[in-house]
Structures are given as structure tokens and as C-alpha cells.
């Protein structure tokens, strides 16, 4: 079946709208879906309780204040460092976040913090494109 000029011509101009359609589509800024990680204490000035004579904890909120989906990789510690995910029920990297999703994390840290020559840090690896690794002094 043969189609008509006038046929062949609207269909031709309807892709070239349609093209024209998905370019703007992909040219919109890539802000529009960005993830953005925010590590606050909940607790400022750092140590909030004592787990033992030798481990103090640290409680941080790890939020996703971005318009995309935050994954959290990996977060590397130095020495005497452990953490503990809260709030997400069995927690498990790679961590995915919501926008303005929140967890929280425990950090205890062995031995007295301030006998420490450096202070311990905390390194979040994620997909945020402005901070893919993120170091957080404790």
C-alpha cells in the first residue's frame, strides 16, 4: 500500500518533531535527577555516649538531600572504627537512598578519640556527581 505525499509529509514532519522532542529531552541540565549526600552529626560536639571505658560512639545522619537517587558504595574507616547501620533494617552496601531519605549510622571508636595523633575520618564512596568521595572528620 502506497502512501499518499501529503501522507509521506506529515509522517516525516512528525519525526522530525519527535526527534526534535528527544533532543531537548536529552539536553535538560543533569541537576534536574542529582543525588547529593549530607553527613550530619545528630548530636553536636561529636562523643554522645560511652559503650564501654574504652569505646566512644558517634551517631551520624547520612541523608540524601538531592533530586536522584543516592548509592552509597562503600564508607572506609581507619583503625578502631566500626559502624553499624540504623533506621533501614537489615543494611547491606550498596545502600540506595530516596530523595530527602535519611539514615542513621553508629560509629564506635576504640580508645579515647582526642588521645588519637589524627583524628579518625570516615570515607563515603557514592554516585553523588559533586562528591563521589567524601571524607568526614569524626
Sequence with gaps: MALSRSKQLVLSLSGIALGGLLFVYA???KAVLRPQLAVERIRPGG???RESPAEAAIRLQIRNHGTGHLRIYEVRSG???????EDCGPCSLPLDLAPNQAV???VLLQGDPAALRTPPTLTFYTNDPESPALTVDL
Design 47 to 49: 562523643t554522645d555516649t
Design 79 to 85: 583503625c578502631g572504627v566500626r559502624l553499624f547501620w
Design 27 to 29: 539536553s535538560l541540565p
Design 104 to 106: 542513621s549510622l553508629r
